[in-house]
């Protein structure tokens, strides 16, 4: 599972969105990885994502938010859920 948050450098709310997904993504032991848009290799993960704007956040490239804030406890309900269905899909799997 891995967290992204889309950013830019001339975005005043990247810094927060950031450090809330830092916090989640190490709080469930997840990968985490800022993707900067102004970047081309960024911007062309963001057009993949249909991310034009930041800060933008997704989880296992399901886009959470797009150009604003999250709250640390959506992300980490977010977070928890998608583990969760995770979870489900590999115990019914295993024999």
Known sequence: MELKVFTLPSCSSCP????IASEVARKFNIAYKEVNLATVEGLSEGKAHDILSAPSISV???????GGLVSRQRLEEEVRKRIEK???RVSKERP
């Open 16 to 19: 927060l969105a950031k450090a």
């Open 60 to 66: 296992d490239d399901e886009v959470i938010i797009r």
């Open 86 to 88: 995770w979870s489900e």
